[in-house]
């Protein structure tokens, strides 16, 4: 923090640090998942966090054309207009493109789902610095590839980072 003596006020400047998040489509609906395991109700808080730490302007939401195909295949109509209202949010959007492809292609031949590649892949195009999952099976496996270029990270864990910054 830098301090200014103005006019008799102490004026602190500090840098508003904006933390770039992917939130996958498990993640980015788990508010509204049954809260019948304290996991759930844990990881749809932390997400609930994350998102007004979006509105203040702390955390950079990040969408993509793989998001959009997910949610554009929710059949729950709730579940799908509140995934849209939250990308709505994203500062920046990823479209697919050969490299994204590539890089998936890459992240499936390590055992990584195709549709988990595309997000994974999505997510490091846009260079940000955590993705974020539910998914466990996913999250383990993801989090054992050598050279991957962001955080992979459950919603718990995503906060317990952000408040790092």
């Known amino acids: 923090m830098l301090n ?8 602190k ?16 609906q788990r508010p509204l998942d049954s809260k019948t395991q304290i996991r759930i109700v ?3 808080e932390s997400i609930l966090g994350v998102l007004t730490l979006c509105e203040a302007g702390r955390v950079e939401l990040i969408s ?18 509140y995934a849209l209202d939250v990308l709505s949010r ?26 988990d590649a ?3 892949a999505s997510a490091e195009e846009a260079q940000a610095d955590y993705f974020c999952t539910c ?13 991957i270029k962001i955080r ?9 980072e952000i408040e790092k910054w």
């Open 4 to 11: 200014r003596l103005i006019s008799g006020f102490v004026i």
């Open 13 to 28: 400047k500090t840098r508003i640090v904006s933390v770039k998040i992917y939130l996958d489509t498990c993640s980015l």
């Open 42 to 44: 844990l990881e749809s």
């Open 64 to 81: 993509s054309e793989v998001l959009m195909f997910e949610v554009e295949r929710t059949p729950h109509v709730i579940r799908k207009g």
């Open 90 to 115: 994203a500062r920046s959007f990823i479209a697919l493109s050969d490299r994204i492809e590539n890089r998936a292609r890459e992240f499936s031949r390590l055992g990584i789902r195709s549709l």
């Open 118 to 120: 595309l997000h994974l």
């Open 135 to 147: 998914d466990d099976k996913f999250l383990n496996r993801a989090k054992t590839i050598q050279g």
């Open 152 to 160: 992979v990270v459950s919603p718990v864990e995503l906060i317990e």
